[in-house]
């Protein structure tokens, strides 16, 4: 064991070195993607595509009004714990039990909205110059655990190493808070949020507190009953309330379900809500949902069709594509707009044998794919099937790469290039790619 942690050790001291000046927006980047690559390879990742499209578009609707300094990347992790962070480089993780514990999209919103306005305003990479000596080595526990042989010791290392990841948020001065807090604001207001979903989120937590103990996003972004206050000056509830039926509520129904191994005792919540209102929305789409994956696809159906929601053939294309039904699921879905919707739409041609349809479908969702890789995976089964070996091999690597197990992606990127062409330009936007592993 001592041999292979010495190397390790050394590989950090050269870190070490490389980080005694200020960081370029290119380190953080590259010790962005480090860090992400370690955190994808130790977490439970959420695996639900619903929860992390709705993410991702709310990330994107906030995006083009931050101008961030680089690309950012939002990665949902399946836990319990209420819980948000970012690290350097982009990168924004966010987990289920938050999502779960959001009411409105407005909250989800305002806590995207500070995640985001740290990376803007670099606090995370500030804190991490200050402190390089002690964080960076504690961020770069992941890599340790990967070296251990012992099972037990790597999930002590793997739990050691998240909470050293999110203990750099623990650092933030108040004057961070209150920056992130302005600053995710403004975003809020100019992508069409409100700002008021930041203060109502940690009203939540506040409440919440009392019941289980201090959550942990108010450790990890602490000073809240100063924040609220200065919050409640800035922010103003709006006069009208947009009565347009949101799909947050939806998403976070679908967060609870997936955070809880057993789904009789929520099944039986849920339906007795609907024997009390039979116009529940959230009642009827939980209980169908719960039908829906325990196999239950007949009372799924029918208590889906009851729900009067503007997204229920969404939910309907998903229920008959679980229950196998995909020429149904096709004709519910073919002229949806969901990126969900087109996802089922396309798993259901791929069922049914409809390469070209499956690939043409699985395309309207491709710019979802840096943050939902399964995308890429399907594209490039479909791709394989239906003979175009290159863009296969091409949608394999790039899934891979997007899951950080550069090995395998290196491997699928060069059959691909092997197959495009040396000489062509895809060929050299993948070697580009591989040159970016390299570089790491």
Known sequence: MRIKILPFFLLLFSLFLDLSFALTAREEEKYGREIHREIMGASKINSDLMISFYAEEIKRRLELFSSPPYPLTLTVIESRSADA????????????????LCETEEEFAGVLAHEIAHLVRKHVAKRLEKEKYLNIGRLATFVLAMLTGDAKAREAIIASGMGAIQSVSLMYSREDEEEADSVGSLILEKAGFGCAGISDFLKRLRATSKEIGLPQYLLTHPYHE???SKLELICKKRDKEDRVEKFFPYVAIRAKIINRQSKTELLNQYLKRYSQDKKDRASIYGASFIYAITGRGEEALNLAKSLESRFKNLFLGEILFLAKNYKEAIEVLEKTDSPYGLFILARSYEEKGDMEKAKNSYKGVLHLADSCPEIYLRLGMVS?????????????????????????ARMYLEKAITKYGINSEEAKNLMALIKLMENK
């Open 85 to 100: 962070f970012a690290t350097i480089g982009g990168y924004i993780y966010v987990t289920t039990g938050l999502i779960e």
């Open 226 to 228: 100063e924040r609220i």
């Open 384 to 408: 394989g099937r239906s003979g175009d070996e290159a863009r296969g091999f091409e949608y394999l690597g790039r899934y891979y790469f997007a899951l950080g197990r550069e090995i395998e």
